[in-house]
């Protein structure tokens, strides 16, 4: 206890006797264990108050690297679901110049059986051109651009 041996405790209490007397060394030795009791009682608040802190401490760290990792989380996925809309968007455009370019076909077919040469000829080069128009839309546009260059890049 404190490092000291049994008889310096010894020699602590034969001076204790003598200093106190026999009749106030037991009312001494009850407030020194009171004392003792209250003291141990203090440093074991301290220290869980200390060790209380500390783990609030890392739960905080721990909630901001989480709160972080889910707003990374969810703009990436907010990208992707971006580029997955801008690939049906695009497909959906190329769907539709597809069956815009096979109507036309139908038609021309039509009209050339019907009509002359000359007006489906006519009809058929203003098809081509309105296709080709949309598809310089699509082509041109930067987002797309944009993001096919992300997705060359990923692919890399």
């Given at each position: 206890m404190?490092?000291?041996s049994?008889?310096?405790?010894?020699?602590?209490?034969v001076i204790a006797v003598l200093v106190l007397g026999p009749d106030k060394l037991p009312e001494a030795l009850v407030k020194f264990a009171k004392f003792f009791k209250y003291f141990k009682a203090q440093v074991s608040s301290a220290k869980s108050n200390f060790e209380q802190e500390v783990r609030i401490a890392?739960?905080?760290a721990d909630a901001a690297?989480?709160?972080s990792s889910v707003t990374d989380i969810s703009s990436n996925?907010?990208?992707?679901?971006?580029?997955?809309e801008l690939?049906?968007?695009?497909?959906s455009a190329s769907d539709f110049s597809e069956e815009l370019k096979n109507s036309l076909d139908f038609s021309q077919t039509n009209s050339d059986n019907?009509?002359?040469?000359?007006p489906s000829e006519n009809s058929r080069i203003s098809s081509e051109n309105s296709q080709n128009q949309v598809l310089d839309?699509?082509?041109s546009d930067p987002l797309n651009n944009e993001i096919d260059e992300q997705k060359a890049g990923k692919n890399v």
């Open positions: 404190f490092g000291m049994l008889p310096e405790i010894v020699v602590i209490l890392e739960l905080k690297k989480l709160k996925v907010r990208k992707k679901l971006t580029f997955e690939d049906e968007l695009k497909k019907e009509n002359s040469r000359i839309k699509l082509n």
